[in-house]
């Protein structure tokens, strides 16, 4: 496993807003950014910061169509995530 792609994925999840928009996002197929802003009641450029923050990270997927912004979680990386905190235990 990539020690790089854990530390930067549990990164991103440790802080409390970026870890609210994973739950959120993880309750649906696909979560815009407009719910996130109303949701966490943070400015638009702040949601922004910390989409870029799980995307880059591997958490969510960014899919833009026209001026719709769709984010969903990537179950990949949650599976790869798993998986890698099933052998520490």
């Known amino acids: 496993m990539d ?3 854990i ?3 549990a990164n991103a999840i440790a802080d409390k807003h970026r870890l609210s928009i ?3 996002a993880s309750r649906q197929p696909a979560i815009q950014c407009c719910d996130i802003t109303e ?3 943070l400015s638009q450029p702040t949601v922004s910061h910390h989409i ?3 995307v880059d990270s591997g958490i969510l997927i960014y899919d833009k169509t026209g001026r719709n912004v769709q984010l969903t979680v990537n179950k ?3 599976k790869y995530l798993s998986s890698f905190f099933s052998r520490l235990s």
Do not use: W
Request: glycine share 6%; hydrophobic share 65%.
């Open 3 to 5: 020690a790089v792609m």
């Open 7 to 9: 530390e930067k994925a």
């Open 22 to 24: 994973l739950l959120a």
């Open 39 to 41: 949701l966490t009641g």
């Open 52 to 54: 870029k923050i799980l």
């Open 76 to 78: 990949e990386m949650m």
